[in-house]
Nanobody, 123 residues
Framework: QVQLVESGGGFVQARGSLRLSCAAS????????MGWYRQAPGNQRELVAR???????TYAYSLKGRFTISTDNAKNTVYLKMSSLKPEDTAVYYC?????????????????WGQGTQVTVSS
């Protein structure tokens, strides 16, 4: 399978910035898209941003302008730069990726999630 490991979460004051990273590892053939979701206590998991292999990005409407997603394709890594953070951005942030990986000799589809990284924004 393909493993995703997130890093960069933590505690920040309102109006501060953080950058999250997520590295994919395994017998990857190709990655079609990577993205970030978040889940606050009592809420459903929601899309933050996604980026596909062509560089096309999708953002949650309310976050566009404050959050920026990018990738380093050579490192199979996706980043999320978060600026002007607000207390309501407090959540566990999850990385996701989909594409193909080698299962034995054959490429098969994968859709993987990371374990999540906590972001806490204080007022």
């Amino acid at each position: 399978q393909v493993q995703l490991v997130e890093s960069g979460g933590g505690f920040v004051q309102a109006r501060g910035s953080l950058r999250l990273s997520c590295a994919a590892s395994g017998a990857i053939v190709r990655i079609n898209s990577m993205g970030w979701y978040r889940q606050a206590p009592g809420n459903q998991r929601e899309l933050v941003a996604r980026i596909n292999s062509g560089g096309t990005t999708t953002y949650a409407y309310s976050l566009k302008g404050r959050f920026t997603i990018s990738t380093d394709n050579a490192k199979n890594t996706v980043y999320l730069k978060m600026s002007s953070l607000k207390p309501e951005d407090t959540a566990v942030y999850y990385c996701t990726a989909d594409g193909k990986y080698y299962s034995g000799s054959w490429p098969v589809d994968f859709n993987s999630w990371g374990q999540g990284t906590q972001v806490t924004v204080s007022s």
